[in-house]
């Protein structure tokens, strides 16, 4: 039974951190400075009403624990002392036994969810970082979302400075370009700050009295403004996050604008750093991470997904039985779609709620047998049909072959795959963790190729004009799909 | 801040052991022997084919997840050497890391996923539960699904006889009557533990050398049998864990089966206990507990659960604009309702994923503002229309009374709720954890009371005769809805 | 300074483990199935006038700490119910914090302290021994002291009826043939225990209700009884264990002798398995092992250690200004040089109390460094004097030409080494744990060689006459020294 | 058995750290800030000849360890960075494993060894103590021993400037004070840092490229330099440590002395902060702390205590059969009042090498039980002889009152107790750890009560004047013995 052990061992190895990961945009290399970086979640909190702000944080961290199941990490200001307490893990499981409650008990908060990672989990780079004095006292607190594109360099730069860093994250750069400027008061600070890096960042922070965000000059990945109160603000990567601790969404955070607030102030401050800036929110945050009842720029990410479904209808009319949507995000658009086309939308694609996407073991043999684990069809109701199947995206292809494989094996008559996104054909450099171009099959077969790759009877993707009709907007990151970037500087990257 | 730091300490309470649960039916009293006991899974395989049986079994298991997050087991025999590993968490976290894998791989196996509890975790009645002789070795494991009736009497009277229990479990008791009985050898001493043991029982096992499978004489519980080629058989609770290893589903376990098989047998080997068993499988699986790819007697739960949809439209049909299902068991049953009906299905209520079925805030305050954590609608889909809101059942009526707060702050117009199964009435005493009569709503209110107190225009649960025309029979345990129970004596349990 | 890392973590090798052992005699190699076993203490106490029979173990452990610093344990027999303890460290450490002290208050209890060892610990070699019943009940615990030597023979002969080991250690052996013959009553088992082992053993052990001791044929280790009242009887390696508990020391248990009692029985009853044993206690238990405030056989330890510092001043007389002992055994004696000599006893090599007796770092050069790490001389006291320095015993040699560098660097004008015990030529099979034949220094040179690698200015042992003379006998084990043993067969060892 | 449990209860709490204390002085309070502090022992090792000073510095601790076995720590200073392990434990237990060992191969280096304290353990309390810079690096570290006599009113005027402490001791004080005046220079900030600081300090030091160490203005606490090669310096507590890594005694460091050097430096500097300093070595140094093998201002330490017993002879001579001397520090004392009066020494009080100064039962029964357990004496050399005892020093007088009952019941005829250290009226402020005036029973009992109360046939202390001769200096720290203290505010510690 060597063999046996062997695979074993093999397959254990893939089990290892999956547990919950959303990894279907997962390289497998380890963690590098400057690597493509994760997609994340980010929450603020600033009251003045005496407000469980802890609490409420965790309740946002909740809402945003599709965006990052890693780890999670939650920094509070109470009376000028900020705490932290990050961990791995999901919020419910980081926060359920606290040493000091008390001393989270403040009335400032920020928060993070970490994306799960291939490699080896590095604690330092977990969020929110911290900056301290020379009494081990922290003096800065941010959370980040997204990824800079000159962050090598600046670190370079900065090391030479004699800034010492203490992770590989990207992000450690925004904090100590902030700590470094910090006698230029907080707004000259992020403003000196925002003025050197380049790339994609939505980011909550504290110090000991002030709480402030800032987006890039972009807007790339998103960022929204909520209250609760006259008092009490939020700041959140998704509107999802607001509506759980009962805040309503005023309104994004605009490109190239910071937020700041404090004991001081009166209400909010804001303040552009750049008047001419224009929106790119990254297009596939509609598509594929945001959730569904989360909206963005006021349009609902869920609606954008049904009008795919129809959109893709009006492109690639086909005759067939039933249409099927690739759990989760694939549902809106194939009931969409039945909408479209008056075929009836059927739910017969049982997913298993105790995985993230991806699961694969290494040897051909045991591939074979668990090829149902994740998803299970219910065959008496796909057998002799014909079948329209509606996915997402596809990314490497390894996937969609092998649902194709579980539909034939389940006896359906015909195929007819339907990708409600444009074909990704280039890396994101901009806060989503892709394979390489040589991974992604559609840069790398026709749509011919990849019909007879996937063994389908027939396929086709949304094409770019539908998705930008859908969006209402050529003002979007497509970079994955045409290779254009809104970012001019991306050599750092390549 | 006192104030907060005390409900935040009892918000903390609320938490714990709740990442995962499906604790719709919590009582929330501590453990007792012979207390309602939990819904588990149960799978075993045995092959002389050289098969990685440890992995398999790990897929049987996280296919059977759903049925018990709290903790998993696997108990292995390799070469007459039993090996044992259970432990608190989700299948793919307590076997990622294996101290010595090789003992592990041998070719027979049985496992267990474990229903959260909400009170303390006792590791002592985690299982597979096994004997050991003088020399410490295990000579006898096994796996349980159900709830003896008579567990405590039982153990009263061997403990008589000088047998030592090492848990509170009911499920150790059919272990110690096996092990007190094992010179009659292995199907003597199974026919003397059925003899004396009552309730629900399905139960997977093995002894140093031989694997067998035993159900009760009602078939309350499910048992599947399945093989993946000759010389290789799985036994699961329900057929997607037979899926999840490539296993074909032959046939349910009878009720008073026994089937066993070892190493000097050619095959598998059936015994009926007792000739005139009737069948009685738990309708409560149709309706909630099984996954809906699973098939129990040949009929898939999806299509049950469709069809009571349809059912419930028949029997009580209602003019609205849209029918929302409550994820994730109401969800097929919306679908059915709306092919039934023409009424548009529409899957606006967005479940957070990481969390089980309930979640509690101590004070009011705090629990106004989470109202959407859980379940979060998408506004614009149902604001101003008319709905129907369709669940697999109600219990308590606090999830349905907080729903219904939900969509009427979304500003739904009228709201039409719908259960798809009958009035809870009654306890389980047969393998589900339910609350008392007392904390039973529909027990204590009459229909019309009930539409006020959830404050819903119409209020609609599936009749008893639907539900035996959908299952087709009325050979099932319907004991919450009629308090009749297919066994006679549940005196102990009262 | 790569080289520097090197020799560190060798360095750091030789300290592990060796905090606080007296590895005089230890070999390098690892441990194996009889393996020249370890010098232990075993320690019991039977009340029945509601004594705290734990706390009163601890101190008698306490006492016996010298005969064992790796690892301790405990076993209490409460009302039927056998709990154990046993742990690595030393004995204040392990039971410092115990989690149910309550079911440690019973009024039968056994305790073993375990000698130090170079390799791997092995925890499953921890005593006291235990086996259980088939329902995991302790039936039978044992603590041993001494050295089987049959014990492989024994083992194959168990495994081929069946019998089934857990540990590596000679012990077991006991263990399960006392087991396998509990029918026969304590004192059959033990009967017929004592009819198939051979070697040397000292037991104390415990059933359910009844508490023994019994030692080998030729009571080679120590076992001596004492009473704290008329209901209290102690067993112990040492008087000074008596001591540390209030026991008045009655006698040594006999060669080939039984006790035992019980709640049925009134008071301790013996038993002689055989008339005509013959005592040889180990003589270098007087020399080396014992504490000087233990009496064995009712002969003082220190006083036979002063009396062969006078005997080797007889033996070997020497012009000299002061005599030094080497701490702590050799001290004794150098004072009753002293006294025979009229040469100044000085105190002056001062030991280090927080290490074992070697101290070995890899590199010659940091050799040369810390020669004086463990034993400082008092440079001033002997500097240009003729020095005669007594130590207990030289073994491989090598710390004793340690110990005249040191002298010598610390510039004394002579060194006249005195050993006071004859020269070890062979190793011990029966309990005490030394070096092979090759390693042995005497077994390998001539007092001329010898006298010449040492470099010092006279070298004498005490002689064998001398020897028996000072203990007053020629009836012990004599081993070491002759290579004769009292144990006729010993080819297992060899 | 209630009973029984509650004093084992109370028991156990007694052991609880106690396993290796010197805690002679032990007060049973709480620490406290500016509380009594430690006895400590201080190490440091500054080479440029490439010498494995982190290996070294162990050996020295390790040598040190009689001064504190709490908690030991070690700071290094390789390439510029500092880095530092300290933990609870022994030298040979704290360093047996370290993770980065390459990163402690620096060329500078010091430690400290910590006292054992009763109350709780707090590890921000462990040294050496260090200060950081905004990027968590370390840029200064010291040990120190002794104990400030102003430390609350420096903390508090610190505190008030913005400085941030983070432990409990005084010697965070020194650090804090040196912290704030780096820019000063290294020399300036010391000699600032010396001009606020009042009490009894002798410290070791490092910043990123410095070597350096201090003593206070009176020279209370020893302090040795040493050197191992000319470009290699070591600084002890005393100078065993010296001998433990091969180093030559050079002198004591003067009172009021900084040395310090670095890489830029050529050879170890000295500067004299004030020129008129006067030596006050505390004279229990030699009578109980140092080693034997230790020399102060070239004294050596076991000369003093022969001496010691010599002078009392002197002083008050006694017929008797043996003189016996408590071990360990009384034991010279003995040989010197043997070499003095002919009256034979005879070692015949056993010490149990496992256990601290003190071990104490709650209960008055279990008391009696184990008056034997630390110090056991061979009755057959003591009964009815008339017997001189001499120990170091009576503190609490309770443990000279047991040792006498000991010798009562192993039958002396008389008992002539001596104390070569004169009596003790008064507590230390500068860095020993003493009971309060209340508890010492020479402030409250005259010689004759005293001598009543023990139970003894004569009774007496050695002189201040014979002390004095023995020193032979009147310059030394008298304080426990005169309420004279050479330091001249002292109100802030009473």
Redesign the interface.
Known sequence: ?KK??Q???E??KQ??N???GRNLFRTQKEEQIDAPAEECGIFGLYSEN???T???SQ?GL??L??RG?EACGISVSKNGKINNIKDEG????V????NE??AF?GNSVIGHTRYTTAGDKKKYNYQPFF???????IILSIAHNGNLTNARQLRKELEEEG??F?ATSDSEVILRLL?KNLDLGLRGAIKAAMSRIQGAYSVVGMTRNKFFAFRDFHGIRPLVLGSIDDKTFAVASET?AL????AKYIRDIAPGEIVYTSTNEEGLKSYLVKDDCVRHICAFEYIYFA???TEMEHI?V??IREKSGEKIWEQAPVEADIVIGVPDSG??AA?GFS?ASGI?????L?K????GRSFI?PTQE?R??????KL???I??IKDKRVVIIDDSIVRGTTSKRLVKILKDAGVKEIHFRSVSPPIIAPCYLGIDTPTKDDLISANMSLKELTKYLGVDSLEFLSMKSLMEILGSDKHCFGCFTEKYPVPYLDEMK
């Open positions: 039974m046996l052990e695979y074993r061992e397959y254990l089990f290892k999956r547990a919950y005496n407000l469980d802890f609490s409420l309740f909740f809402a624990q599709h199941q999901l919020v419910l499981d926060y359920k036994e606290i409650p008390e008990m900056a301290k004095n020379e009494y081990d006292q800034v010492v203490k700590q999802c509506d759980a601790v009962g959730r569904p009842d609902n869920h609606e549902v809106p009931i909408k009836p939308f059927r739910p017969v049982i298993n709620r105790y995985i073991v045991m074979e047998r668990i090829v149902n684990l299970n069809p219910i008496s109701e």
